[in-house]
């Protein structure tokens, strides 16, 4: 019957559906999952993410390079303005004149300081080293010195092409191609300084002459310096030592005071208002220009320990019994 025939079939599928459960479920028919089958798991997970990664990284690195080379493109092809044609008037003088005194203010505190650390070893290498070598290092010192004379040129050379730039231009003058013109003023300056002789370029120089005083006060104690012409050798050039016309020299400084005729301590320098004490000197003194000059302080130490040096020397000599 057909009610019959359903029922059985119901039953045989049914029947065959939890054989089918049963032979799933035995111990022997699956394995449970490992530690490591799940770390492979993930990492076959991971594995196109990653490769992701390295696709964006690898095109923004692409990216970037193609940016930088752009970058070095415009850099090049970048036009730069040409200042030489645009002509300066007057109401570029002030601009001018105070990049001249940039040149001054740098030569002055620059090289005050040089002048002064050079004539402090100079002293120092005349008193403590004798003979030959003494002498080669006086002469590598003198060499510094000229060399620190020569940049002090070469900066002046500039202040003053500036400086005659600023008197064109406050003539109402207007410059074209102001730094070339600025350029050729600085280079025949210093053509025109290469041409010159020692004695030419040191001989007249108030730096030089107080290098060679502390050198020459150290050797010739209460001995006037000659002029500096007299230690400069002679050149091809330069006038016979007869026909020169004024020579500097012939100066004794003396460190003691002229009230006290003791060494000066705490000296200061005056600029002038008043007569110096000093017989026989007529310079003007005002109190309130006097202001401390620890340069003549520190000579004037020096001087006084080097008068008691040769003091001890003198009365050591005296004790000698013949």
């Known amino acids: 019957m057909p009610v ?8 045989r599928h049914t029947r065959a559906l939890s054989s089918d459960i049963e032979e799933d479920s035995g111990p022997s028919q699956r394995k449970p999952h490992t530690q490591e089958e799940d770390v492979e798991m993930d990492d076959e997970d991971d594995q196109p993410r990653r490769l992701k990664k390295a696709k964006k990284e690898k095109k923004r690195a692409a990216k970037d390079d193609s940016d930088a080379e752009i970058d070095d493109e415009e850099e090049e092809e970048l036009p730069l303005p040409d200042t030489r044609d645009h002509p300066l008037d007057k109401s570029q003088a002030v601009k001018i004149r105070a990049m001249a005194g940039d040149w001054a203010m740098t030569r002055e505190k620059v090289h005050s300081f040089s002048y002064g650390f050079l004539r402090e070893v100079a002293a120092s290498v005349a008193e403590f080293t004798d003979g030959e070598k003494g002498e080669k290092a006086l002469k590598q010192i003198d060499a510094l010195m000229r060399e620190l004379l020569d940049t002090e040129q070469h900066l002046n050379a500039h202040e003053q092409a500036l400086d005659e730039i600023h008197q064109k231009l406050q003539r109402g003058e207007e410059i074209a191609g102001v ?5 050729k003023g600085v280079q025949e300056k210093m053509d025109a300084y290469k041409t010159k002789t020692s004695r ?3 001989a007249k120089s108030d730096n030089y002459s107080k290098f060679k005083q502390a050198i020459y006060e150290v050797h010739h104690p209460d001995t006037a310096m000659p002029p500096l012409t007299d230690l400069i050798p002679r050149e091809e050039g330069d006038d016979s ?5 004024v020579q500097i020299g012939g100066i004794t400084q003396d460190y003691k ?16 208002a008043k007569q110096c004490p000093a017989t026989g000197c007529n310079k003007m003194l005002a109190l309130s220009d006097l202001e401390v000059d620890k340069g003549l302080a520190k000579r004037a130490k020096e ?20």
């Not at 730094?179 to 350029?183: L, S």
């Not at 030592?241 to 016309?245: F, G, I, K, T, V």
């Not at 001087?303 to 013949?322: G, K, L, N, P, T």
């Open 179 to 183: 730094i070339d013109v600025y350029e």
């Open 4 to 11: 019959a025939s359903s029922s059985h079939s119901k039953k």
């Open 303 to 322: 001087a006084a320990r080097r008068e008691r040096a040769r003091e001890e020397d003198s009365d050591d000599d005296d004790d000698v019994i013949e």
């Open 241 to 245: 030592d007869d026909e020169d016309d």
């Open 200 to 202: 030419q370029k040191y």
């Open 257 to 272: 005071c002229p009230l006290s005729l003791t060494h000066l301590v705490d000296p200061l320098t005056s600029l002038g």
